[in-house]
């Protein structure tokens, strides 16, 4: 009985680890023609923005900072929406995933992004979904309210 469960619990880790490799491959693959893959978009932002919020994505912007993400990312959605839709559009955002729209892999693959949404901040990445309050610490932004 143990060695069912062990075989069955092994089984469900090499299908764990098949499909993450799959994701993987997927990912840090360029497609041979952009036309047979069908577009997929993220879900839009629909949080507003506030003053701050502004200020700081204008910063971000000024300083080069980049946003990765992926479509399907529901932490990068979310980062995102902590923005608001007026602050996001002052963002430079990079699609990694080939089936994303406008997708620029090769940029992805080049800075080293693994995990989304990933940032890069004064040539310093940094995975994971921020606060507004380490983004702005990690760019070195004092807020002039």
């Given at each position: 009985?143990?060695?069912?469960?062990?075989?069955?619990?092994?089984?469900?880790?090499?299908?764990?680890?098949?499909?993450?490799?799959?994701?993987s491959?997927?990912?840090?693959?360029?497609?041979?023609?952009?036309?047979?893959?069908?577009?997929?978009?993220?879900?839009?932002?629909?949080?507003?923005?506030?003053?701050?919020?502004?200020?700081?994505?204008?910063?971000?912007?000024?300083?080069?900072?980049?946003?990765?993400?992926?479509?399907?990312?529901?932490?990068?959605?979310?980062?995102?929406?902590?923005?608001?839709?007026?602050?996001?559009?002052?963002?430079?955002?990079?699609?990694?995933?080939?089936?994303?729209?406008r997708?620029q892999?090769?940029?992805?693959?080049?800075k080293?992004?693994?995990?989304?949404?990933s940032?890069?901040?004064?040539?310093?990445?940094?995975?994971?979904?921020?606060?507004?309050?380490s983004?702005?610490?990690?760019?070195?932004?004092?807020d002039?309210q």
């Amino acid at each position: 009985m143990k060695f069912r469960h062990t075989s069955s619990l092994l089984a469900s880790m090499s299908m764990a680890i098949a499909s993450f490799t799959s994701i993987s491959a997927l990912l840090l693959t360029t497609p041979s023609t952009g036309s047979a893959i069908a577009q997929q978009a993220a879900p839009k932002v629909t949080t507003k923005s506030g003053v701050r919020e502004i200020a700081l994505a204008k910063h971000l912007r000024k300083i080069g900072a980049k946003l990765y993400t992926a479509y399907w990312c529901p932490y990068c959605h979310k980062q995102q929406q902590r923005f608001g839709v007026e602050a996001i559009r002052q963002i430079e955002v990079i699609e990694c995933d080939p089936r994303g729209v406008r997708p620029q892999v090769q940029a992805c693959r080049s800075k080293g992004i693994r995990y989304f949404p990933s940032w890069e901040i004064n040539g310093k990445i940094y995975p994971g979904n921020h606060t507004l309050e380490s983004l702005a610490n990690f760019s070195q932004y004092r807020d002039r309210q």
